[in-house]
């Protein structure tokens, strides 16, 4: 059974960091893509990062990285390929970035330009994690 399990949401204040984790267990998230939605209170569904890597080693995973304009320079994505696991490191929080956060492996296998706009071969999220963040 393919299934995404996210983590580490919290409380933050302004400036601060929290570290989610997307674990995936049921398929090798090695070979997919894999992105980070967010959903304000009140708001549409924002994409927020994307990572593919063209083969198992962190270096592959360069250049294939993709940041919303609003989290570009405080966020970073990468791979944990023994763990199966993903993380999104956020730094500099600001309180715009309160919201669920999910990840889903509904993306492109390479995530590309525009890749919120697309579907990859396999359809599941994981039921999300709260961030909240204080002025």
């Known amino acids: 059974q393919v299934q995404l399990v996210e983590s ?56 294939n990285a993709y940041y919303a304009d609003s989290v570009k320079g405080r966020f970073t994505i990468r791979r944990d390929f023994d763990k199966n696991t993903v993380y999104l490191q956020m730094d500099g929080l600001v309180p715009q970035d309160t919201g669920v956060y999910s990840c889903t492996v509904n993306v492109p296998v390479y995530c590309g330009n525009s890749w919120y706009k697309r579907r990859g071969p396999l359809d599941a999220q994981g039921q999300g994690t709260l961030v909240t963040v204080t002025s």
């Open 8 to 63: 580490g949401g919290g409380l933050a204040q302004t400036g601060g960091s929290l570290t989610l984790s997307c674990a995936a267990s049921g398929f090798t998230l090695s070979y997919y893509g894999i992105g980070w939605f967010r959903q304000a209170p009140g708001k549409e569904r924002e994409a927020v990062s994307c990572v593919s890597c063209t083969e198992r080693s962190t270096s592959s995973c360069d250049g």
